[in-house]
């Protein structure tokens, strides 16, 4: 199989005009110029051929089941929906955020966590993306400990991040904009309560915030936890952290990628750690964080983030990488390595990222423009989405071969 006449983004340069040779879902070549085949070859011209991407925190599982409060859908069905969407995106490699939290009957509870585990791992076989398993601790609910010791056990898990959500530091370090964040997201104005009111509901609000501040960080059970993701081989992340100590402390626990550093010192001491930084993908597109920290693009002008990853947002990652090259920020080879190259490297996923022989072929055909579109999605060499685009090239290029067949 050849994917010919297009722009390939090899991970030194990026080939203007070549074409790519697939067999066995392997890249077996890659020319400069037009495939030598005689017919039945589309011409790709005007595509650009990139790695498939590779999402190494992506939130939107647990929104897929729970899309409002109360409105629960079946945890495969969420799966299935969110592998296509993923697929479409251009992405071929997913590792879903799941988040284990203290309430039964919260989307992020214990029972619901590791339902979608178990999920993700008896349906990889069957799903279009490869589907792999970012599990979240968080350092205040040490019951979790157990339940992902099982799974880490189990090898149901693939990337641990220890986390810390507690108002007052990291991600939401400033009470009152953690506030205004929490009003905001469930769309409730305190403003239409009489002040009395507003005032109690305001009250009440901080003395939760209070309640989760007061609980307990068990460092030993966090210490565990992580020794046991390192005897299984398991990469270990940090999250959200806001200062040079918190980072030290994680690098010592062995932790070699730091999520979502808040501000530039955090993120410049992950650099003399030898850490892998992430950044949110919207973040960059947008050049703004949603919650006022580090911007992730003054990050990437600074040289202080390797990767990109959905977080909330999956179509964020393409269209980061184009943006930053289309600003002249990175040249393109190098805006697609943070979202490719990059998180294989970091992941130890040594059969993909690349455009490169040898290597898996999960490929993304993107069409450039004001906004890139993904026109196809191929997996191990196999399509996983193909629009009409790309069906109208096919059926072109077959009817083509039986005109020269019959010559």
């Known amino acids: 199989m050849w994917l010919s006449d297009l722009r390939i983004v090899l991970p030194n340069h990026v080939l203007e005009h070549g074409s790519i040779r697939i067999e066995d879902g392997i890249i077996t070549e890659i020319i400069e110029g037009a495939a030598p085949a005689p017919g039945g070859v589309p011409s790709l011209h005007g595509l650009t051929a990139i790695p498939g991407i590779i999402d190494l925190h992506g939130d939107m599982l647990e929104r897929d089941i729970e899309p409002r409060p109360g409105a629960r859908f079946p945890n495969e069905l969420g799966l299935l929906e969110l592998d296509k969407r993923l697929a479409a995106s251009g992405i071929t490699t997913a590792y879903a955020a799941i988040s284990f939290a203290w309430k039964q009957d919260d989307i992020r509870s214990q029972e619901t966590a590791t339902s979608l585990i178990n999920v993700i791992n008896d349906k990889r076989d069957g799903l279009l993306v490869d589907f792999k398993v970012h599990a979240r601790f968080e350092v205040t609910n040490p019951l979790t400990a157990p339940v992902l010791t099982e799974l880490l056990q189990a090898r149901k898990v693939?990337?641990?991040?220890?986390?810390?959500?507690?108002?007052?530091?990291?991600?939401?370090?400033?009470?009152?904009?953690?506030?205004?964040?929490?009003?905001?997201?469930?769309?409730?104005?305190?403003?239409?309560?009489?002040?009395?009111?507003?005032?109690?509901?305001?009250?009440?609000?901080?003395?939760?915030?209070?309640?989760?501040?007061?609980?307990?960080?068990?460092?030993?059970?966090?210490?565990?936890?992580?020794?046991?993701?390192?005897?299984?081989?398991?990469?270990?992340?940090?999250?959200?952290?806001?200062?040079?100590?918190?980072?030290?402390?994680?690098?010592?626990?062995?932790?070699?990628?730091?999520?979502?550093?808040?501000?530039?010192?955090?993120?410049?001491?992950?650099?003399?750690?030898q850490m892998?930084?992430?950044?949110?993908?919207?973040?960059?597109?947008?050049?703004?964080?949603?919650?006022?920290?580090?911007?992730?693009?003054?990050?990437?002008?600074?040289?202080?983030?390797?990767?990109?990853?959905?977080?909330?947002?999956?179509?964020?990652?393409?269209?980061?990488?184009?943006?930053?090259?289309?600003?002249?920020?990175?040249?393109?080879?190098?805006?697609?390595?943070?979202?490719?190259?990059?998180?294989?490297?970091?992941?130890?996923?040594?059969?993909?990222?690349?455009?490169?022989?040898?290597?898996?072929?999960?490929?993304?055909?993107?069409?450039?423009?004001?906004?890139?579109?993904v026109r196809a999605t191929l997996r191990q060499g196999a399509p996983i989405y193909w629009d009409a685009h790309m069906a109208k090239l096919s059926t072109a290029a077959s009817l083509n071969k039986e005109s020269y067949e019959t010559l």
């Open 276 to 373: 892998w930084i992430i950044m949110g993908a919207p973040n960059a597109y947008r050049k703004q964080s949603t919650g006022n920290n580090l911007s992730a693009l003054e990050a990437i002008k600074a040289g202080l983030v390797d990767i990109l990853a959905t977080d909330y947002y999956p179509p964020a990652m393409l269209h980061a990488a184009f943006q930053i090259a289309d600003e002249g920020i990175m040249p393109l080879h190098e805006s697609v390595k943070l979202i490719s190259q990059n998180p294989a490297d970091a992941m130890r996923l040594n059969d993909r990222g690349r455009i490169e022989v040898g290597r898996s072929a999960d490929l993304v055909l993107v069409e450039p423009g004001t906004h890139a579109r």
């Open 158 to 273: 693939d990337l641990v991040s220890i986390m810390d959500h507690t108002p007052g530091q990291g991600q939401y370090g400033d009470v009152d904009r953690y506030i205004n964040f929490v009003q905001t997201w469930i769309g409730v104005d305190l403003d239409v309560f009489e002040p009395g009111l507003q005032a109690r509901l305001v009250e009440q609000i901080k003395k939760s915030i209070n309640e989760q501040a007061q609980r307990t960080r068990d460092w030993e059970i966090v210490r565990d936890v992580a020794r046991i993701a390192r005897e299984y081989g398991i990469p270990l992340a940090s999250h959200d952290d806001d200062t040079i100590q918190k980072v030290f402390d994680q690098a010592e626990l062995g932790v070699s990628i730091s999520e979502f550093p808040i501000n530039l010192e955090a993120a410049q001491e992950a650099h003399r750690q």
